[in-house]
């Protein structure tokens, strides 16, 4: 993923620029997409994996906006016809012979997830009425465990009468998830009006300490910065090196004949040229608060010559 950004992204994206057109432009990330979820296929692991993978890929680039409007057609048209075929997945019969299971799996679904992440917003640090407002938000099963339970039934992790229950559940959540979102505020409302002055008290202090807890100084985001970078661009470097001598080296002085450690050199710099030109010369500065007085004293004492 590291080498694909550095060439795809920096050397294709920025030659072929004039030549990308709007059509030529969705092509393309169509294209690679597919791509991607025929790599991962093969591979052994699922088309939706390549195609996040691709995703996540395609919106680091320069033109992740622009791609974006391009897609949304063909996403509201995937989209559609993804929801009709999970729709048409449900069966009525198992919901009548399994209805009350159903309604209490759904049941415990909403409510446990509505409490675990309220919980976890607000010890988190966020406000009472913030975290509720997640909580019923963020109570619904995704439409990303279809897949999940697809893949268990394929992989007789989940049994075939247990499916159709887990869809009926999923979808049964999503329809429910927009009133619990537009409920949020009316909940917290009733739940505000029942607690006492002195709870109330407590729950914003101790919100703010949260909150001002989580702060992190300027040193430590200098600090932190260079040191992932540091480490994720060193430890590419060694692995490079590792695997230039434990394979590429013994094939190449069987293939080239006298000229096997010197072709072995080369290729090894020119895989890690990028990454020790990131490592040393293009180390960018974080993002600090202009004018900032501790944040200058730190870079200078530091001795990091990044301004």
Known sequence: MVCWRYTFYSFTLKKAKNFLTDEILLIVAIAMCFLMVYLSAQAGFSAALGAFIMGSLLAETTKAERIEH???????????????????????????????????????????????????????????RTSIQTGMSLALIGEFSFIIASMGVKQKVVSEELYPIIITVSALTIFI????????TRIY???????????????NRYSSEATALRAVSDWNHVL????????????????????????????????????????????ALSAMGPFLWALIVKMKKPNLSPGSIPNKNIMVRSGSCVL
């Open 224 to 267: 932190k910065f260079f040191l992932i970078n540091t480490v994720v661009f060193s430890a590419v470097v060694i692995a490079l090196i590792i695997l230039n001598d434990s394979f590429m080296l013994p094939w190449l002085q069987e293939v080239a004949h006298g000229f096997g450690r010197a072709t072995s050199a080369v290729l």
């Open 70 to 128: 391009l897609v949304i057609p063909v996403r509201d048209l995937f989209g559609a016809i993804f929801f009709v075929s999970v729709g048409m997945l449900i069966d009525l019969n198992v919901i009548k012979d399994h209805w009350l299971p159903i309604l209490l799996i759904t049941a415990a679904v909403i409510v446990g997830k509505s409490i675990v992440i309220t919980l976890g917003a607000f010890i988190s640090g966020n406000s009472l």
């Open 189 to 203: 409302n009733w739940i505000a009006s029942k607690l006492s002055p002195k709870w109330e008290a407590r729950l």
């Open 177 to 184: 998830a927009p009133s619990l979102t537009l409920s949020s």
